[in-house]
């Protein structure tokens, strides 16, 4: 059997999976995008100038990057001690990774709403102590949809950027000391550098999740800090256009999939040299 049959055995059931349960439903999408509620582009017109839209997109790409800054620079602190750090914290750390994959996203944003909310936790202990006289607004605004969404994700950042640092060759630290550098200038100037491919990874992996996020915006948000999917959501459930709310979706997907690829192409090593 030649490599060629072989490979396309094991990536055939796959490709096939994908195809049913993504490809043929986003297909469904795009028809309902220019037949509802009349066949033509007409939806397509209203999601590209409609000022609502034009708010919630801007709103969900600055929140997006928030999550992502913040995400991907608490991952690299722990990606750090999971790697360099000693044998008793590398295992506190995994602990730390490990144990937010077994609670649901939902459990997670109740969670911080009961810490994060006027009566919560941490505005009661504050008033306790005297440091503020007021309740701190600090859920169903923009602030409590990023601490959700980055706490939800930053998971996903640490195993790229662990992976990259993994891959460090250490000789290239050792030089840079042995030439004099101190520890400050070998990690600015030579440790950061090696990992930007984790650090690019990372941020990729994240911004794309939270352009999708719903649970976590809409019970964090309060309704006030509406994001794209819960738009789409809106737009289905309680005031029903459909087929505005397709138009969107492909639009959204049509984003990320060119977003993706101008990414891919500007790191990509060139290979015609």
């Not at 195809?19 to 590209?48: K, R």
């Not at 000693?86 to 937010?100: A, G, M, N, S, Y």
């Not at 941020?203 to 948000?221: E, K, M, N, R, W």
Request: aromatic share 10%; net charge positive; with cysteine.
């Amino acid at each position: 059997m030649s490599y060629a049959l072989r490979t396309s055995l094991l990536i055939g059931p796959l490709l096939l999976f994908l195809g049913v349960c993504y490809f043929l439903p986003f297909l469904g999408i795009v028809g309902w995008s220019v037949t509802l509620p009349e066949p033509g582009l007409t939806q397509y017109h209203s999601a590209l100038s409609d000022p609502l839209v034009h708010s919630v997109v801007l709103r969900t790409l600055r929140i997006c990057l928030a999550v992502t800054l913040v995400s991907v620079v608490a991952a690299y602190v722990i990606a750090l001690v999971w790697v360099r750090g000693t044998p008793i914290q590398r295992l506190l750390v995994e602990l730390c990774i490990l144990i937010p994959f077994w609670i649901s996203v939902l459990t997670r944003a109740f969670g911080w709403l009961a810490l994060l909310s006027n009566r919560g936790l941490i505005n009661e202990w504050l008033q306790a102590i005297g440091i503020i006289s007021a309740p701190l607004t600090l859920v169903r605004n923009e602030f409590g949809v990023i601490v959700g969404m980055a706490h939800f994700l930053i998971p996903f950042a640490v195993f790229p950027l662990a992976a990259a640092m993994r891959n460090v060759d250490e000789r290239a630290l050792l030089a840079a000391r042995g030439m004099g550098a101190r520890r400050s200038r070998v990690f600015w100037q030579v440790f950061v550098p090696m990992t930007g491919p984790g650090i690019i990874g990372a941020a990729l992996i994240v911004f794309v999740f939270a352009l999708g996020f719903f649970v976590t915006p809409a019970i964090l948000g309060g309704g006030r800090s509406v994001m794209l999917a819960e738009l789409i959501y809106l737009r289905i459930f309680q005031s029903p256009n459909w087929g505005l709310a397709a138009a969107i979706s492909v639009l959204l997907m049509t984003g990320v999939g060119m977003f993706l690829v101008a990414l891919l192409k500007s790191i990509a090593p060139r290979t015609d040299r």
